[in-house]
């Protein structure tokens, strides 16, 4: 009888050292595609896109394809503006995504936002049907597709969606996405140049729609009519017309109409009057940006630049959007104008500091964000950023991540002064009394700082607020 379990557990020990081989290379993936994705998602924060896609693609080549690794590379080919790289990656990621019976989490975000960036992308193609393929297969929100299909020009693709989504689902249409859905239909008809059959869908919808759809869409459908009428009645000049058409841009512009927009202002519409072209380029720069056009937008900032005298905040709009394409070297030229004529301008200089992080340069990376970080929360700002509420979320947050950037690079670089800096800042913005707990800094990179500032000074700060009498307010004995 012993013989007999020796033999049961002997067969049960191997065939679990079979199946814990089989799956040891499984388990490697799965770990590495994790840790890949970990530090993809911190370059990302950092606005390091091509680091993240570095990283992600290391793991690819090691054997990792899961699908939120595909889906999350295939976003960040997007964001530098490489869309032929994107688009089978996030197919194959958003057909995975799509597999997992009720995706949450990460999963889930990330398959809502692949999934509408797989939409635009197969609309750049001219393949509305692989298209409509993604929506049609989308079990929530419609509005993203609907205004990305008006965007890019596909006003009957459009319509198909909202009458599925009105149409399928109507009891489960919560009343704003309804109310938005059926609102786009007035874009939809301007699209198709149908200038009466959106008056009447707007009127239509203002009587039967518990929520009035904005009085701000009749009056741009007006005017574009009126601009119609007037370029039929009238022989004005060439700049006149030229005129006529950058106004029609901008109302379709309001509309969401960018492709149409940009028809009316670009190729042989283009205009030759210096002044007109000027302000034609400038409506490019903003539509071509919007579709996701990144390299395109920044062509066309460029030559904005050459056509007219190039003002600081044109400067600064090409500065960001040359990092964030990683065109480094470019962006410090860019920045370096703008500093030259605003010097205190806060967040001039953290982009500053972005950039020569970037380009190996660790002292005048230390210097440019310690200036920002400084002049930023003493208040000593330029004109252009008074107007920026630095106790808001998105200036908390860039204010936060240049903190941890400086701190890096500090440390690395052995510049004790510069590292306080950093680490005092998101002390100051940890301590805020209006700070939340949901908001940055997270607690943890609060304390983290606490642990730094002790090891630097042998000084301990006080507990946070949050976490008083936590491990981190007894770490260094309370207050």
């Not at 590495?32 to 998602?41: C, D, M, S």
């Not at 953290?350 to 990376?365: F, H, I, S």
Request: aromatic share 6%; charged share 30%.
């Amino acid at each position: 009888m012993s013989r007999i379990l020796w033999g049961i557990l002997a067969i049960g020990a191997a065939s679990y050292a079979i199946a814990a081989f089989a799956l040891a290379p499984k388990a490697r993936l799965n770990n590495l595609e994790g840790q890949a994705l970990e530090r993809a998602t911190r370059h990302r924060e950092r606005g390091d896109w091509d680091l993240a896609i570095a990283e992600l693609e290391a793991a690819r080549e090691a054997g990792a394809e899961g699908d939120i690794l595909l889906a999350s590379l295939g976003t960040a080919y997007l964001k530098m503006g490489e869309h032929d790289k994107a688009t089978p990656l996030l197919a194959e990621g958003v057909a995975g995504l799509r597999q997992r019976k009720n995706p949450v989490g990460v999963a889930a975000v990330l398959l809502r936002e692949a999934s509408y960036a797989l939409f635009s992308c197969y609309l750049r193609e001219g393949s509305p049907e692989l298209a409509w393929a993604v929506a049609e297969g989308d079990k929530g929100a419609m509005h993203p597709y609907v205004s990305r299909a008006i965007d890019w020009g596909y006003a009957d693709l459009a319509d198909q969606i909202i009458e599925r989504r009105l149409s399928h689902d109507a009891l489960g249409v919560p009343g704003s996405e309804r109310t938005t859905l059926e609102t786009a239909a007035i874009a939809a008809d301007v699209e198709r140049d149908d200038l009466v059959g959106a008056l009447e869908t707007w009127q239509a919808l203002s009587k039967s729609l518990v929520q009035r759809p904005p009085a701000s869409l009749e009056v741009t459908v007006q005017q574009l009519r009126q601009l119609g009428e007037t370029a039929v009645a009238a022989e004005n000049s060439d700049a006149a017309r030229e005129r006529q058409r950058i106004a029609r841009a901008e109302g379709y512009f309001r509309l969401g109409l960018r492709t149409k927009g940009l028809r009316e202002i670009t190729g042989e519409n283009e205009p030759r009057d210096l002044a007109n072209l000027a302000k034609a380029v400038k409506l490019q720069v903003t539509a071509l940006g919007e579709l996701g056009l990144v390299n395109d937008a920044i062509e066309a900032r460029l030559r904005l630049l050459e056509l007219a005298d190039a003002d600081v905040e044109a400067q600064w709009d090409l500065a960001q959007r040359l990092r964030a394409l990683g065109r480094f070297e470019e962006a410090e030229r860019a920045l370096k104008v703008v500093l030259e004529r605003e010097p205190h301008r806060g967040r001039a200089w953290l982009l500053m500091g972005d950039v020569q992080r970037r380009l190996q340069r660790p002292e005048a990376a230390c210097e440019a964000y310690t200036t920002g970080i400084r002049g930023i929360l003493e208040g000593s700002v330029s004109a252009a950023d008074q107007g920026i509420d630095t106790a808001s979320s998105p200036m908390v947050k860039a204010l936060v991540t240049a903190c941890e950037n400086l701190a890096d690079v500090a440390e690395k670089a052995g510049r004790r002064e510069d590292e306080l800096v950093a680490w005092h800042a998101i002390l100051d913005l940890a301590y805020r009394p209006e700070k939340i707990e949901t908001e940055p800094p997270a607690n943890w990179l609060a304390e983290r700082a606490r642990y730094r500032v002790y090891r630097l000074t042998g000084e301990a700060p006080p507990p946070l607020p949050s976490v008083e009498g936590a491990l981190g307010g007894m770490l260094f004995g309370g207050r």
